[in-house]
T-cell receptor, first 117, second 115 residues
Framework: AQTVTQSQPEMSVQEAETVTLSCTYDTSESDYYLFWYKQPPSRQMILVIRQEAYKQQNATENRFSVNFQKAAKSFSLKISDSQLGDAAMYFCAYLVNYGGSQGNLIFGKGTKLSVKP | DTAVSQTPKYLVTQMGNDKSIKCEQNLGHDTMYWYKQDSKKFLKIMFSYNNKELIINETVPNRFSPKSPDKAHLNLHINSLELGDSAVYFC??????????????FGPGTRLTVL
């Protein structure tokens, strides 16, 4: 069974600085999708970025980028030029594939990010 | 327009009661899900439906019964509520392109408090 581990329960960053959130996962699949979701205090789940395992290029979305290390099964999220609005819980997630049928997400336990002005 | 909506957003009830949470999506998606987020913020899949057919049914007490009247709706009915059912329940939906790789869109969540 697949697992997702986020080893940092809390992180803190100064406004305008860069922070990296860690995520490791375990799977026997060779092709899969990974995601980072943001959950602000409003509790809405917001997709931040996705990575396809067969793509060697790291995904980037504006100030958000990932460092995807397939062999190490590592998928970290880098937030550059941190803003106060980035303060939230961040969840790493693995999308289970049921042989082409739409599968569910397996989430890590989350990292609470605080941004200091 | 709200893509995935849930009602109610907050639900406070007594132990032993029966309650329902409704979910609707206007994205034309084929697959819908229920996730539970516990007090420690841990999110876990409960059920998923594809075109009104149950696909995933994780180890969930049979007091929880999902109902999908059509592919745009997936409701969650909970019988004999217990204190441990207190959580935030998220509905989500996705296309089903046949790749198993489609993005899931989440509703705003329903915070259930059982007293």
């Amino acid at each position: 069974a697949q697992t997702v581990t986020q080893s940092q329960p809390e992180m803190s960053v100064q406004e305008a600085e860069t922070v990296t959130l860690s995520c490791t996962y375990d799977t026997s699949e060779s092709d899969y999708y990974l995601f980072w979701y943001k959950q602000p205090p409003s509790r809405q789940m917001i997709l931040v970025i996705r990575q396809e395992a067969y793509k060697q290029q790291n995904a980037t979305e504006n100030r958000f980028s990932v460092n995807f290390q397939k062999a190490a099964k590592s998928f970290s999220l880098k937030i550059s030029d941190s803003q106060l609005g980035d303060a939230a819980m961040y969840f790493c997630a693995y999308l289970v594939n049921y042989g082409g049928s739409q599968g569910n997400l397996i989430f890590g336990k989350g990292t609470k990010l605080s941004v200091k002005p | 327009d709200t893509a995935v909506s849930q009602t109610p957003k907050y639900l406070v009830t007594q132990m032993g009661n029966d309650k329902s949470i409704k979910c609707e999506q206007n994205l034309g998606h084929d697959t819908m899900y229920w996730y539970k987020q516990d007090s420690k913020k841990f999110l876990k899949i409960m059920f998923s439906y594809n075109n009104k057919e149950l696909i995933i049914n994780e180890t969930v007490p049979n007091r929880f019964s999902p109902k999908s009247p059509d592919k745009a709706h997936l409701n969650l009915h909970i019988n004999s509520l217990e204190l441990g059912d207190s959580a935030v329940y998220f509905c989500a939906s996705s296309r089903n392109s046949g790749t198993g790789r489609d993005e899931q869109f989440f509703g705003p969540g329903t915070r259930l408090t059982v007293l």
